[in-house]
């Protein structure tokens, strides 16, 4: 395929490079020469600092004006204060990339960020293209080559150095790699930027990334849709939190939705596979290298031992990995070879004696009659226990059949003991190793889940940006109408009244039906329940008059300064299944839609999805059948089964809102909607708004 970020494949392959800097004047010509010609891919490197001097036959030039030949890449070791002039000369001098090896920015404090900003601006200001800094030149290292590799290799990108290094140790099981990436503090090129260009790097099958996070939105999207439009798996290790995840908003969707779960919901729009730890994210970057696309689901469950093939299928179970039940002819084909006592149904036990009174003939023969069964796609075989007498054959078996059965064969090592042969030997066939069933199966669930994602994977239209002549008429009220701007996107808020006195409440419910519920009307009670400012089936009018006179009475020795508008009449909704839909925002991602199990115990059930904008129906219904709650939706124990496609509408409308409103909306809660049975609609009983720059505006609805 055409590789699309030339500007990378320029900086990974430089015309020519200046080491502008600290220089190791103890080393010999010799080993300077090895070291920098394999790194920088030729003899075209030069020597910059401003002492000169020489090492052998070296030249150590003072200034990059000085180089006698063009270069394409300035790799820079100075101390960070001057950084930023070295890249002004470097401008000067025609070099288009520059890798800055200092440390001492940001990751040191405000003093450091003010030097990489200055850094960042000289950049810009010489049109060139930063690397780092605080980075190391791990980028231009060639990665080990893979005897006889199976499948593709792994393009790593991490913000750690460090961390990217026993991920690329991997080759020692038989892991290939095409490149290993460390952005450092990403001035400039961030991790995105190698995303991209591993999904149109021919070399590459499969993407792994450590992450601590992500610096540009737009260029996250544009990278992902390109991993998949070319089919390359993005597996990542994503840690940290940011401003979104830790503080306490007043809204439940501010405790709700932090930067992680939104994280999650753009990895579930796109497909990426989230991992938890460096082991995870190596075994099942590999899993998917070897395996290639669309191998079929349903693991052959095949060890040595009952207490084996038990653990192996309840680690697949917990996974989500289908291991389904083997037909019975393949049973009565496995029954010829191993005892009648024996289970063979699924996973398929040996008793363990069989490999060592067996010829090969015969225990490969098991093997293949797993293996061409029709329920099953692939064949994990468990290796519970380095016993060289049994271990040794099976290994050979696997080895024998790994490039005759036209299915994959997969297997675990279960042992800390692996200076044995058959180790060895496992490592050097190529096939998907794991050290453990539960890493096994997390990584199959994972594949799984990918290809089911990648069949439906579709780019997000942007959603409406207009705000209705009505939604800006309701902003501009001081304070804004809540309730109008709602309305004003087709929103459907419960019918209620907002009566400044108690003779006002009770002319209210006279107009609006009994029974009905009597809130406070203040947006310094946004929690209205927690405070006792909510009564629920009034069906009198002097109920009515008696409830909302007390709850002013009650607000105000509450909180003596707040502000009160009166108390809210509102129309009873009468059965359905209480939702909350709602709104947070990103510092990176920006707005995101959260749907969940709501109601007031919505902080204690915390069951919720999220993704962020822009997102499609399809979205929207993933989400809602992704909750712990879809099942009262769907008509559990009797319960009439809710209009789902009326709280599909809520959510998109909710989602059009917010990309309506842009930065001036931080927050927004509707909690409680009520989905009502199907045909009914859905109903918001309550809502509150943080606006940007407000502490919280709550119009009762």
Not at 142 to 166: A, F, M
Not at 214 to 227: C, N
Not at 439 to 446: E, K, P, S, T, Y
């Amino acid at each position: 395929m055409a590789q699309r970020r030339a500007d990378l494949e320029e900086f990974f392959h430089p015309d020519g490079v200046a080491v502008i800097g600290r220089v190791d004047r103890t080393q010999t010509e010799a080993v300077l020469r090895a070291a920098m010609d394999t790194r920088w891919g030729g003899d075209n490197w030069h020597l910059v600092n401003p002492k000169g001097g020489s090492i052998g036959s070296v030249p150590v030039y003072e200034s990059v004006a000085d180089v006698p030949e063009p270069v394409a890449l300035a790799v820079i070791s100075t101390p960070p204060a001057v950084c930023s002039s070295v890249v002004d000369q470097c401008g000067a001098a025609g070099i288009r990339y520059a890798l800055v090896f200092s440390s001492g920015f940001r990751e040191v404090g405000p003093e450091g960020a003010a030097l990489e900003a200055e850094l960042g601006e000289a950049g810009r200001r010489n049109n060139i293209r930063i690397f780092g800094p605080n980075t190391n030149t791990n980028a231009f290292e060639p990665v080990p080559e893979v005897p006889n590799l199976r499948g593709g290799k792994i393009g790593v990108v991490t913000q750690s150095g460090h961390n990217g290094r026993p991920i690329v140790q991997g080759v020692h099981f038989g892991i290939g790699f095409s490149r290993q990436v460390p952005c450092g503090n990403e001035v400039d090129l961030e991790v995105s930027d190698f995303i991209e260009y591993f999904a149109y790097d021919d070399d590459t099958a499969v993407i792994a990334g450590y992450i601590e996070g992500f610096r540009s939105a737009g260029k996250l999207r544009t990278a992902l849709e390109a991993a998949n439009v070319q089919g390359k798996p993005v597996v990542l290790l994503k840690i940290g939190a940011t401003e979104a995840g830790s503080r306490m908003a007043s809204s439940h969707t501010g405790h709700l939705t932090g930067s992680d779960a939104v994280i999650d919901g753009l990895f579930e729009q796109y497909g990426v596979v989230r991992v938890r730890d460096l082991d995870e994210l190596l075994e099942t970057a590999a899993l998917f290298a070897k395996l290639g696309p669309e191998v079929a689901e349903g693991a052959g469950l095949y060890s040595i031992s009952g207490g084996s093939s038990t653990l192996m299928a309840e680690a697949a179970e917990l996974a989500g990995v289908a291991a389904p039940r083997l037909a019975e002819d393949t049973q009565e084909k496995l029954h010829r070879h191993i005892p009648g006592y024996l289970t063979v149904s699924n996973p398929v036990d040996n008793g363990g004696t069989f490999i060592t009174t067996q010829p090969a003939e015969i225990r490969q023969q098991v093997i293949r009659d797993i293996s061409h069964d029709p329920a099953v796609g692939y064949t994990v075989i468990g290796i519970t226990g380095a016993v060289p007498p049994m271990t040794d054959p099976l290994v050979d078996d696997i080895v024998a059949l790994v490039d005759e059965v036209d299915k994959p064969i997969i297997a675990t090592w279960n042992s800390f003991k692996v200076d044995e042969t058959g180790f060895e030997r496992l490592v050097e066939s190529g096939i998907p190793l794991f050290r453990s069933f539960r890493g096994c199966f997390a990584a199959l669930a994972a594949y799984h889940r990918y290809q089911r994602h990648r069949a439906s994977f579709r780019v997000r239209s942007p959603l409406p940006d207009a705000l209705p002549e009505k939604a800006e008429a309701a902003l501009q009220l001081s304070p804004p109408d809540t309730g109008a701007l709602l309305r004003a996107f087709g929103l459907p808020l419960v019918a209620s009244v907002v009566a400044p006195s108690a003779s006002g409440a009770r002319r209210a419910a006279a107009e609006i039906g009994l029974p009905v519920a009597v809130k406070i009307a203040s947006a310094d009670f946004p929690h209205k329940s927690d405070a006792g400012l909510v009564v629920l089936g009034v069906d009198s009018l002097e109920g009515v008059e008696q409830a909302a006179q007390s709850m002013v009475d009650r607000a105000r020795a509450a909180a003596p300064d707040a502000a009160i508008d009166g108390v809210e009449v509102q129309q009873m909704v009468v059965g359905g299944t209480e939702m909350i839909v709602g709104v947070t925002r990103d510092p990176t991602l920006g707005p995101a839609v959260m749907v969940g199990t709501g109601g007031v115990f919505t902080e204690v059930l915390a069951d919720t999805a999220v993704r962020p904008l822009p997102l499609d129906e399809a979205d929207a219904h993933e989400m809602i059948r992704s909750l712990k709650g879809f099942a009262l939706l769907d008509g559990a124990r009797g319960r009439p089964p809710a209009d789902v496609d009326a709280l599909v509408r809520v959510v998109m409308a909710t989602a059009t809102l917010a990309s309506a409103l842009g930065d001036r909306l931080a927050e927004l809660d509707l909690n409680p909607v009520v989905a009502l049975a199907r045909g009914q609609d859905a109903v918001i009983v309550d809502h509150l708004i943080v606006l940007a720059g407000e502490r919280s505006t709550a119009t009762v609805s």
